[in-house]
């Protein structure tokens, strides 16, 4: 069975760092984009930033120049380390993939920034 499993969310404080990683796992033949995205209560998912198969990425413009996405393609691993963290940017984030032809979802870990 494929499927991504994100870790590493938690409770930081305003100002803070954390890095979140996400890992696929079954039998894949392929993974094209890996992409991270978030959802904040009574918000709609948004996109943060993706990573093509080499070394291609883009960022939403509320992340650029904090967050940074980074993969290992022999790990089948995504990163997302985030920097400089705001109480905004409380939500639950998720991993998303296109591997072997369809979309593939993580079940989401939570990110809190609070003092």
């Known amino acids: 069975q494929v499927q991504l499993v994100e870790s590493g969310g938690g409770l930081v404080q305003p100002g803070g760092s954390l890095r979140l990683s996400c890992v696929a796992s079954?039998?894949?033949?392929?993974?094209?984009?890996m992409r991270w995205y978030r959802q904040a209560p009574g918000k709609e998912r948004e996109l943060l930033a993706g990573?093509?198969?080499?070394?291609?990425?883009n960022y939403a413009d509320s992340v650029k120049g904090r967050f940074t996405i980074s993969r290992d393609n022999a790990k089948k691993m995504v990163y997302l380390q985030m920097n400089s963290l705001k109480p905004e940017d409380t939500a639950v984030y998720y991993c998303?993939?296109?591997?072997?032809?369809?979309?593939?979802w993580g079940q989401g870990t939570q990110v809190t920034v609070s003092s």
């Open positions: 990573i093509t198969g080499g070394i291609t990425t």
């Open positions: 998303n993939a296109y591997m072997d032809g369809r979309y593939y």
């Open positions: 079954g039998s894949i033949f392929s993974i094209n984009f």
